[in-house]
């Protein structure tokens, strides 16, 4: 073989060397973040701290602990004759000895165990010496080396120094205890309930006063003229909320459109949705006039006034109906308005250097407050009260959160989301929006960016808050209060 050949070989070996290294470099390097294991609970920490305690005391109190009965002569007869014992403990000089399981002997039979350890050491002297296993040797000299190891009495020296060692491991243990505790104590803080004093000076200045000192929105009926049109039902005598759930429409839609039944109950004088063993001298129906899908149409009033009208037959009631061009008009205007002043935040969060497990994503995001949703792939903030709109939202890509091997399911993004008038303003929904970017950016090394790919800089967060104080108000203003039964609906 040339010299080319050979330099050619080498310069081949040692660029396929670097191209496995380079390929093992980048695998390690796109390998998304994994969660952090889950501490251990007290009870399973001071279950194990103490059995290993319990055995050291053990240790340490009784000098005879660990030690095994005598066995002088493992495997003297190894390839001899069985050891023969007479009535008067004589042995035979020829026979080999097995170790004794009884009791210590007593001072009549020292004679006859000191020639019995005597004929068992050259038995033993003589095995060795005829023997041509080398293995077999080294196994019986190892066993022998343990035997007296373990019949060895600790001095007091050891048993100090395996006191000092079983202090140490105690020690050791209870500060693992503690660390256990602290790092589930840390997993389980949610959020703080006033964030806005965390926030950067600027945020906070523009946040200030504006959760404060707001009167809370009036509890109203389902129906309410300011979004729905409403048809009255007359009826000549009150009947049971029974015979009203049962002639209700199967559905409560429209079109796209909500549609209702209320009743005037007897002995509250309020308006209610019919429930079973209450009694109603009045009825109305209504549906919504516009929604995020768009205003309500003719067609839609219609269909309207043809379930009206049944149900009213059922309950023999005379209902009375608004005039269609006018509502159809209103319906437009409102949502017209609901367009100009729908508002729907959200910020991506991209990761910068290593790419993310669901896992991962779930630890973090749990920390801050977060909990599972009923998509996968989505987490929110739940509100203080059941069966209101979370507070905040977070998705990522659901097709890893159903991955099957999700520690191997790769995310670079997240989204932070917030829907403006279906969240209270006294929940500060922007400024721990904020915060929950800021600081999942922080811990999962991301960068927050707007929908547009380019980094949020604080001028735009300053600019975005102040924009929202002007929408709160505008809504304040209509009657239509972000968080509100009527903003919820029509902002739905």
Do not use: C
């Amino acid at each position: 073989m040339s010299s080319l050949q050979i330099g050619l070989a080498i310069a081949g070996g040692i660029v396929l060397a670097g191209v496995v290294a380079h390929s093992t470099w980048t695998s390690r390097k796109n390998k998304p973040r994994q969660a952090e294991p889950t501490p251990l609970t007290d009870g399973s920490a001071d279950g194990s701290t103490g059995s290993a305690a319990n055995a050291n005391t053990q240790g340490s109190t009784d000098p005879s602990w660990g030690a095994e009965p005598a066995a002088t002569s493992y495997g003297q007869s190894y390839g001899n004759t069985e050891p023969t014992i007479d009535h008067s403990h004589n042995i035979s000089s020829a026979s080999s000895i097995e170790p004794s399981f009884d009791a210590s002997p007593s001072l009549s039979d020292s004679k006859h165990t000191s020639s019995s350890v005597s004929a068992s050491s050259s038995a033993s002297d003589n095995t060795t010496s005829l023997s041509h296993d080398p293995v077999s040797d080294m196994a019986r000299a190892m066993m022998q080396e343990a035997t007296q190891h373990a019949q060895r009495v600790p001095t007091e020296e050891e048993l100090v120094k395996l006191n000092a060692d079983r202090e140490r491991a105690a020690q050791r243990a209870a500060q693992e205890i503690a660390d256990a505790k602290l790092a589930a104590a840390r997993a389980n803080q949610h959020m703080p309930a006033a964030p806005s004093a965390m926030l950067n000076p600027m945020i906070a200045k523009v946040m200030d006063g504006t959760a404060t000192d707001l009167l809370q929105p009036e509890k109203r009926p389902t129906l309410d003229a300011l979004i729905d049109v409403i048809a009255p039902v007359e009826i000549d005598l009150p009947i049971s909320g029974e015979a009203a759930i049962a002639s209700m429409p199967p559905t409560r839609r429209v079109g796209s459109k909500l549609f209702n039944v209320e009743g005037l109950n007897t002995e509250t004088g309020l308006w209610e949705t019919p429930r079973h063993g209450q009694r109603y001298s009045a009825f109305q129906t209504g549906v919504q006039l516009a929604n995020r899908t768009g205003a309500l149409n003719e067609i839609e009033y219609s269909e309207f006034v043809l379930k009206t009208q049944t149900f009213a037959d059922a309950i023999n009631g005379a209902p009375e109906f608004p005039d269609m061009i006018e509502e159809v008009s209103r319906a437009r205007e409102l949502d017209s308005f609901a367009s100009a002043h729908d508002a729907q935040l959200s910020f991506t969060l991209k990761a910068t250097k290593a790419s993310w497990s669901p896992g991962y994503v779930h630890q973090n995001a749990a920390r801050l407050g977060f909990v599972p949703g009923v998509i996968p792939g989505r987490m929110v903030v739940p509100a203080n009260e059941v069966g209101l709109p979370a507070i905040l939202g977070l998705t990522f890509d659901s097709q890893a959160a159903m991955s099957e091997d999700m520690a191997q399911s790769a995310i670079r993004e997240i989204t932070l989301s917030l829907d403006v008038p279906q969240v209270d303003r006294r929940e500060e929904p922007f400024a721990r929006l904020i915060q929950s970017a800021h600081e999942l950016a922080r811990v999962m090394d991301g960068v927050v960016t707007d929908d547009n790919g380019q980094p949020l800089a604080e001028a735009a967060i300053g600019a975005i808050a102040r924009d929202l104080q002007a929408l709160y108000n505008t809504l304040d203003a209509r009657d239509l209060s972000a968080g509100s039964p009527q903003a919820r609906r029509l902002f739905s």
